[in-house]
């Protein structure tokens, strides 16, 4: 067995099912929750989960293969998909690679959403290039929905997550996801690239909003000693 992560929510190991290579998923038991909710909700976010990676394999997606779950036990077991995190090859793709990778990623999650599916947490780490296609891994934050804010989001963070992990590449990156996108959706793409903009506005008002409100504290609150301070 070989440990591939441990998250908040969840432990990933690599094993062997029928001898197959596959990764193992559970999610964990929180403390302070009480045992009896947290058993329900972990066992619900599993069940989803499975639905969410049979659903997408069903539409063409290229996602794991979901080969067993145990609801009882807030597990799923996944074949392992053998390839490299596009995290990690990205910057040494050339231009080209880069422009056809992220518009099979576009033609990907423009599936989804055509289908009411919500991934949650698209970024370059949950993608394995492998075989000549990029894999959609990690649902756990996934859902369905066919709302335009909620499509809208999940694109947000994703050149959120574009922007903060790969910064040079994200104009080359980003509209070659946009054509992807549209190749799916259609002139659809124009109203959640909209939303889009305006969930950047709010997050950007916001921020402005506590940086004001951060300056004015400061400025205007006396200057206490270091005894003070530490409420000696």
């Known amino acids: 067995m070989e440990i591939l992560g441990i998250g908040a929510e969840a432990i990933l190991v690599k094993t062997k099912f029928y ?10 038991r929180k403390a302070y929750r009480d045992a009896t909710l947290d058993s329900r909700i972990r066992s ?19 996602v794991p293969t979901v080969l067993y779950v145990d609801a009882h036990n807030a597990t799923i ?7 490299k995190k596009l995290r990690d090859i990205l910057d040494k793709l050339p231009e080209s690679d880069l422009r056809k990778i992220f518009h099979a990623i576009g033609r990907e999650v ?10 949650g947490d698209l970024t370059t780490s949950n993608m394995i290039v492998s075989g000549g296609k990029v894999f959609l891994i990690d ?8 709302e335009l804010e909620d499509r809208a989001v999940d694109i947000h963070l994703f050149l959120r997550a574009l922007e903060s992990t790969h910064p040079n590449h994200v104009k080359v990156a ?17 109203s959640v690239l909209n939303r889009v903009k305006e969930i ?9 909003r506590r940086k004001r409100k951060y300056k004015e504290q400061s400025f205007y609150k006396p200057q206490q000693n270091c005894e003070e301070k530490v409420g000696m």
């Open 77 to 83: 077991i996944i074949d392992y998909i053998k390839g």
């Open 44 to 62: 619900k976010r599993t069940i989803l989960e499975a639905k969410l990676l049979a659903y997408s394999k069903c539409i063409g997606v290229p």
């Open 200 to 208: 950047r506005l709010r997050g950007r008002y916001v921020g402005e």
């Open 139 to 146: 649902f756990g934050l996934g859902y369905f929905s066919k």
């Open 19 to 28: 001898d197959f290579e596959v990764v193992r998923k559970t999610r964990v």
């Open 110 to 119: 423009g599936l989804l959403h055509k289908a009411g599916i919500v991934h």
């Open 174 to 190: 980003f509209d070659s996801f946009v054509g992807g996108y549209r190749e799916i959706m259609g002139e659809y793409v124009d």
